[in-house]
């Protein structure tokens, strides 16, 4: 069966990222100074005088970065800063999801630790444990030869392998959450630092903006909601100056 709707909606998306992409090469044509054959529905007479140098401080094209040129657009400065205070959030949330994470990293890993001392170790340091079908493996999850298995003389109070499951894999869990926070947070501090770049542009604002959009770690997400409850949040951001 066809999905006539799919394919739709398909060429809707389609429709809307030339549309976009257009918007972009239009307003940079327009930031540049040059006539694309377009008509200007972007920047005022004021702001295209401003930047031709022909305004009454008459600051040319060539004395504003990109970053300035790019704010003079009202549109495109309100979506640099409501970028501005999306990425405040979002560092606030993986600051507290860190947080959280790390201690619950700890808590894991000392039940583990803890589990260890119940472990039979062969002569060799390797932490040793049987499954319920009788086979021995190590921590590695490496299978303990037969012969070396036959030769372990069990008390019957050690930690079996189904145990040390039970704790191996919340552990890991919980150092894979810690390091994929971390991991954001360094995205997002990138993204903040490209932000006050001079050349930051038009379309490295559309990029952030799609980088957002993706999917981002739970332990952030889960936080989210608190942290834009929160009073004050907001950051002010200060445009550049043009003066």
Request: hydrophobic letters at 35%; zero cysteines.
């Amino acid at each position: 069966m066809v999905d006539y709707l799919g394919e739709f909606n398909e060429i809707v998306q389609a429709q809307k990222d030339r549309a976009r992409q257009q918007d972009i090469d239009d307003l940079n044509a327009e930031l540049g100074g040059y006539d694309n054959g377009r008509t200007k529905r972007f920047l005022s007479a004021e702001t295209r005088d401003a930047i031709r140098g022909e305004g009454r401080k008459g600051k040319g094209h060539h004395q504003l970065s990109t970053l300035e040129m790019l704010l003079l657009n009202p549109e495109y400065s309100r979506i640099y800063v409501e970028t501005q205070n999306r990425l405040q959030e979002l560092a606030q949330a993986a600051e507290t999801a860190l947080e959280k994470a790390e201690q619950a990293a700890a808590r894991d890993r000392a039940a583990y630790e803890h589990g260890l001392e119940r472990a039979y170790v062969l002569d060799d340091g390797r932490h040793v444990f049987r499954d319920e079908r009788g086979i021995v493996w190590d921590e590695h999850d490496h299978r303990i030869n037969d012969d070396v298995a036959a030769q372990i003389e069990w008390k019957g109070h050690e930690l079996t392998r189904e145990e040390f499951l039970e704790l191996r894999d919340p552990m890991r869990a919980s150092d894979k959450t810690v390091l994929d926070i971390r991991e954001y947070q360094t995205e997002i501090g990138d993204m903040q630092n490209q932000m006050k770049d001079p050349d930051f542009s038009a379309d490295d604002l559309m990029k952030i903006q799609e980088k957002l959009a993706e999917p981002m770690p739970e332990a952030i997400q889960h936080e989210l909601p608190q942290i834009a409850e929160q009073p004050g949040n907001t950051m002010a951001v200060e445009l550049p100056k043009f003066d």
